[in-house]
């Protein structure tokens, strides 16, 4: 009997027989480090092997979560970079850069390539970031229609719910994000040819990993940056920045009643304005809404892939609420967390952005679209933890030392375990004797190297995110999403 499938991810997929991250060439590096890597966990969502089989087809996608398929850790904490499989597979760049590019008459060197962060001002170089473009402003007026409409998308005949599934669409909440980068990205991709399968690839099982594109109906049937705004492929995919707000903020106001939390993005909590009941309803009903708007994107490819997302998101949080306490102390389990919490939806919305724009699943273009998503979740979600600790609960627009509070350790704290081995029964007791919170805050404060090493890691997923970015054509919009890069580990709130 193979073991149990996780997620909705095939048990037939590569995935299970592709080989431990944490390998004996990981354990022997370090060997020397105070806490050890130990063997990765399964996932919190466990699916029989039977019936994981009948909902799969040969045509369907088997996905392997991004983690299978991107590095987490660098080379000095162990990590290793996955083995090719279908997921990861298409990644030169060279590829896109060559014959993908539309206008070949034009080809010219990339002016960002081999771009290192370090370089830039706030990582320790000099160059300014603002000589590449403001990511926002670039889409500010696009997105501002499908800002204003998905208040009404949401609107119901009963006026608590209705109030409550509306609370975080108010203007005054954000820079809407995630709907930035998948409007950014389905600019970012028109400026390339869908590539086509080689000879002999996606043969029967196969077949699924070169498919999931949209029909492109479009004047020569290829999107372009001169015929992509305005088109019905732009109109789908900033659809698709509606859906992936209206997902994430469902998990917020669900997480708030979960975590028992009082503020979020700087106002009360639904759950506080309102009540338990009416916030898991609220939550509920905007799944339910985007869910509706993801049939009518008409790809079911993208359906299967933004469905995993969701799937991700209660795995994230069963993760959260049930680890063992000797996973606590495990930097990977960290940071499979934070990709299941934050980084899923952000890098399956790109991929799906470039399924939309008549890019297949298995193209280097979506490829690199999952990539860049994947390390620029982490990297976001290890900036986030670090700010736990450094900014006040007012810039933050939530209560400061907040995972303390809820038992659990990040980034900074993992690292301040390492080099303090005193910390590590706090850290698996979740903090809950009096006084636990105070001796590990003090021991973090007292670590040379914590808070250090946690920007490190943030650093070096945005430069893994950076990195996929430049295999894409240049564009205004990959370079705007560079700089958004930039300002995820610069940013003090």
């Known amino acids: 009997m193979m073991p149990a499938a996780v997620l909705s991810f095939s048990p037939a997929s590569p995935s299970d027989s592709r080989p431990n991250p944490t390998s004996a060439n990981t354990q022997q590096s370090l060997s020397a480090a105070p806490m050890e890597m130990t063997k990765a966990r399964p996932s919190p969502v466990v699916v029989s092997e039977e019936a994981e089989a009948l909902s799969h087809s040969e045509t369907t996608m088997k996905l392997s979560p991004s983690f299978e398929l991107f590095q987490m850790l660098t080379e000095e904490e162990g990590g290793v970079v996955p083995e090719t499989v279908s997921g990861n597979a298409q990644r030169d760049g060279s590829v896109v850069q060559s014959s993908l590019l539309l206008d ?26 603002t000589h590449l473009p403001d990511p926002f402003k670039i889409v500010e007026k696009e997105l501002q229609p499908f800002s204003d409409s998905i208040k009404e998308l949401v609107s119901t005949d009963q006026p608590i719910l209705s109030m409550a ?18 409007q950014l990205m389905a600019k970012a991709v028109a400026g390339a ?7 002999g690839e996606g043969d029967a099982a196969g077949v699924w990993q070169w498919s999931g594109a949209s029909t492109v109906e479009v004047e020569g049937g290829v999107v372009t940056p001169d015929n992509h705004q305005g088109s019905e492929v732009w109109r789908r995919q900033a659809q698709l920045g509606q859906i992936v707000e209206m997902i994430h903020v469902a998990s917020l106001i669900h997480d708030d009643v979960l975590d028992e939390a009082d503020t979020r993005r700087g106002g009360e909590a639904v759950h506080k304005l309102y009540s338990n009941k009416v916030a898991v309803l609220a939550g509920d009903y905007l799944l339910a809404r985007a869910s509706v708007l993801l049939a009518r994107l008409e790809n079911t490819a993208v359906v299967q892939i933004m469905a995993t997302a969701l799937e991700s998101l ?27 919490k934050t980084a899923s939806l952000i890098c399956y919305a790109c991929r799906s952005t470039a399924l939309l724009g008549g890019h297949t699943y298995d193209s280097t273009v979506a490829t690199a679209c999952e990539e860049f998503g994947f390390h620029l979740g982490l990297a976001y979600q290890i900036q986030d933890d670090i700010l736990d600790f450094t900014a ?16 659990l350790s990040t980034a900074p704290i993992l690292y301040a375990a390492q080099e303090f081995p005193h910390l590590r029964p706090l850290v698996m007791r979740r903090f809950k004797k009096q006084g636990d919170k105070q001796e590990a805050l003090e021991t973090l404060y007292k670590s040379d190297v914590a808070m250090d090493k946690a920007r490190a890691l943030a650093k ?3 430069q893994k995110a950076v990195d996929a970015l430049l295999r894409l054509p240049e564009s205004e919009s990959r370079n705007a999403l560079v700089r958004l890069t930039h300002a995820v580990i610069t940013r003090k709130k």
Do not use: C, N, W
Not at 165 to 182: D, L, M, N
Not at 318 to 332: D, F, N, R, T, Y
Not at 393 to 398: I, P
């Open 104 to 129: 070949k008459e034009k080809t010219m060197e990339d002016t960002l390539k081999g771009l290192q962060l370090a370089e830039y001002e706030g990582l320790g170089g000099k160059k300014k970031i």
């Open 165 to 182: 599934a509306k609370h975080f669409f108010e203007k005054r909440h954000g820079k809407r994000f995630r709907p930035t980068i998948v």
């Open 193 to 199: 040819y869908p590539e086509q399968k080689a000879s």
């Open 314 to 340: 209660v795995a994230g949080e069963i993760m959260q609420l049930k680890s063992a306490p000797e996973a606590l102390l495990e930097m990977e389990s960290y940071l499979r967390k934070s990709y299941y």
């Open 392 to 407: 006040a609960a007012t810039v933050l627009g939530k209560p400061a030392l907040a995972d303390m509070d809820l038992g």
């Open 460 to 462: 070096f997923h945005a």
